[in-house]
Structures are given as C-alpha cells and as structure tokens.
C-alpha cells in the first residue's frame, strides 16, 4: 500500500535540470520533485509520494485529506 500527503507549493526552481519545489506540509518544509506536474505554480497543493509531486488538487480536497489523516492519528493514539 502507498501513502500519498498533500503539501503547498512555497517555492518552485531549478535544480540538475529538474524542475523542483519546497512543499509546506503544515510547517515541515521538504524538497519535492515536480517532473510529474510541470502545470504547478506557488500556492498549488500537490499530492506528494516518495519525493515527488504526483499530482495537483485543490485546497478544498487537500485540508479534507489532511484532516482524514489527522483523524487516523487521533483515533491510533486513543486505542494505543
């Protein structure tokens, strides 16, 4: 099974030829490749799985995400 996290674009540029970007995902700032998303722009939340922007969506679909995400911690540490 994989795990995919969505994080905003803070900052897109070049690195080795790669088109590059700092994710911000909810503090924790990361490296992330863009190859697979050449459309994303500053402000996009993409889609990230091992280091690279698999694809964009909107705001909306990223905070429902991450609040899922959240809920699975919580309800984890409850029953542990």
Known sequence: ???AIPGKIAKIYQKDD???AKI????IVKEICLA???EAKVGDYALIHVGFAIS????EEA???LKL???IADFENEIS
Do not use: A, H, R
């Open 18 to 20: 790669l088109s590059m």
């Open 1 to 3: 099974m994989c795990l």
């Open 36 to 38: 697979y998303t050449p």
């Open 24 to 27: 911000d995902f909810g503090g």
């Open 69 to 71: 995400i959240k809920d």
């Open 56 to 59: 964009l969506m909107d705001e």
């Open 63 to 65: 905070q429902e995400t």
